[in-house]
């Protein structure tokens, strides 16, 4: 059976107006509809500075469409308005009623507003089908060109992100130092501690996390238009790859790639039963430019991480990155030296070819931290080829641990970014070492036995290395702390006589630990039962 326009056009009411009000084909945002062969294309009419984030309207459209019997493939175009910055809904109602015909001469004119070809009166249509199987970001970024320069509303910061609590950028001064190789692990690394995450893959110019992370397809559109994020290795993966098409190079402007971000981030249902991610990655495009200024201002981040290597002569473009990143009040949470030493596959012998502690040292005299150093080595490389990274693949091995480590301080200099400059509490171990007393400056105070901190470690050997991965540890009844050794100003990393040592207790953590110690040791006897285990 062969589907008709009318059909095609009934469904299309079920698609909200840009600003949910009405909906597409009353608004009369629709262009003429083409069907050929079961193959049905049409164009819907945003203004240019708001295809970005109308994207999920146009997959929807197309999804509703392409579900309909008789259909067997839709291909659906966003194209700008004549009006620019005008909301369709305004237009529109003036255009209102069903006659998507009607909308011909507005897509026409939009077109030859783009400086495209709108040669002699083609129908729209026509053209919006020569456009099938491209996506409506390879017209809007043309369209965006004769947009008013949008970053002039950039100054104010943009609320949070749904369904996130934290948001950390990991940027680079220049090109290929290994920034989305770093991004995938600590993201996984940051999953291995027990911290729920997600990747957003923001490079717009070698989008490569969906690679990284061994996924292909794109994200499906769930209720309330929303993309749900895909998933791999326990982490949420959105990509701005899955909006771009490969084929078709994109001139991308600042405006345009914050507008598609904000889309890609914001409409995204990162809460999953309930729980919001702890932390979300966004692996930016390489570089000090336009586009990343205008990200780093215009997305609410918690902080940034620059990725350098020992190559980058005293450090040239990571300075670059900083004064970036400092000039939109966006803290940087630290350095992390990639390819830093070589660490030969063979035999293990560490080879210190560019010379040690380079990044170390200039990060000390920016008065940064320096989260760590990742050696140059053949596995890291060959697991990313293939899809497999060290992290989530090989959590034993020593570059694994590395990236652990490099997790571990990232989120406790996420947490003390979050808590501004609170003073340390007062750590005092009780003589029977059986417990710790936490004093916060201004009154609370809480006594953590030492078992419940032992069974509850923030590190990778009790939070297992992936979510599904949680380990509940047993027959610590009788576990004493041995030592306490201060990280920074901002977490104690507690040694145990059981001979555990890689747990980094942030304040915050420790807060959180005293102000919820009823219910995580109801959590863990309750875990315990379940699986047939005992206190010892
Ligand atoms: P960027 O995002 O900075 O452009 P990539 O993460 O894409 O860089 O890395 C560039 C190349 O270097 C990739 O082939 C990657 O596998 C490799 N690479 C990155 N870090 C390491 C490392 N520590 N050891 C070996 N190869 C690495």
């Excluded at 875990?527 to 047939?532: S, Y």
Aim: with cysteine; charged share 20%.
């Amino acid at each position: 059976m062969s589907v008709t326009q009318q059909q095609i056009l009934a469904t299309l009411k079920r698609i909200r107006g840009p600003d949910l009000q009405g909906n597409i084909v009353e608004l009369g945002l629709v262009s003429e509809v083409v069907v050929r062969d079961g193959r049905v294309s049409f164009s819907i009419t945003v203004p240019p500075e708001r295809a970005g984030e109308l994207e999920p309207l146009r997959q929807a459209a197309q999804q509703v469409v392409a579900e309909l019997e008789g259909v067997s493939a839709a291909t659906v175009v966003l194209t700008a308005d004549r009006a620019g910055g005008r909301a369709p809904a305004a237009t529109a109602t003036a255009a209102a009623g069903p006659g998507a015909r009607a909308e011909s001469p507005r897509v026409a004119a939009a077109r030859s507003a783009q400086g495209g070809a709108a040669q002699g009166g083609a129908p729209a249509a026509a053209q919006s089908h020569a456009h099938s199987h491209s996506h409506s970001h390879q017209h809007a970024p043309a369209a965006a060109a004769g947009a008013p320069r949008a970053a002039t509303h950039g100054a104010r910061k943009p609320g949070a992100v749904p369904g996130v609590k934290h948001l950390i950028a990991v940027a680079s001064g220049k090109g290929g130092v290994g920034k989305s190789t770093v991004a995938v692990n600590l993201a996984l690394g940051l999953a291995a501690l027990g911290h729920k995450t997600g990747i957003m893959d923001a490079d717009i110019y070698g989008p490569s996390q969906p690679k990284l992370l061994g996924l292909s397809g794109k994200p499906k559109v769930g209720a309330n238009n929303r993309l749900i994020p895909m998933e791999a290795y326990g982490i949420k993966v959105m990509s701005m790859g899955f909006i771009v098409d490969e084929a078709t190079p994109i001139i991308w402007r600042g405006p345009m790639v914050v507008s598609a971000l904000n889309q890609m981030m914001r409409e995204v249902e990162w809460n999953s039963g309930g729980e919001d991610l702890d932390v979300l990655v966004i692996d930016m495009p390489p570089g000090t430019g336009d586009i990343q200024l205008s990200i780093a201002q215009q997305v609410p981040l918690a902080g940034a991480i620059i990725v350098c290597t020992p190559q980058d002569l005293a450090l040239i473009d990571a300075r670059k990155g900083l004064a970036m990143f400092q000039k939109v009040d966006v803290p940087v949470l630290g350095i992390i030296e990639n390819m830093s030493y070589y660490l030969c596959p063979k035999c293990g012998e560490r080879a210190e070819i560019f010379g040690h502690g380079g990044a170390k040292h200039e990060a000390e005299k920016l008065d940064l931290p320096f989260l760590g150093a990742i050696p140059l080595h053949i596995e890291i490389r060959e697991l990313s080829d293939s899809g497999k990274p060290v992290v989530a693949t090989h959590p034993e091995s020593a570059n694994a641990r590395v990236f652990l480590e490099i997790a571990a301080a990232t989120w406790v200099a996420i947490e003390a970014s979050a808590a501004g400059k609170a003073e340390p509490p007062r750590l005092d171990v009780s003589t029977d070492k059986a417990s710790l007393k936490v004093a916060f400056e201004g009154g609370a105070s809480y006594d953590l036995p030492a078992e419940l901190l032992r069974v509850t470690s923030p590190s990778a050997e009790v939070q297992g290395h992936s979510p599904s991965q949680r380990v509940t540890v047993p027959k610590k009844r009788n576990v004493k702390i041995k030592e306490l050794r201060p990280v920074g100003n901002y977490a104690v990393r507690i040694v145990f006589d059981d001979g555990h040592d890689t747990g980094l207790f942030s304040w915050v953590y420790l807060a959180e630990l005293g102000r919820e110690k009823e219910k995580k040791w109801a959590q863990y006897l309750a875990e315990l039962e379940a699986k047939g285990l005992s206190r010892g």
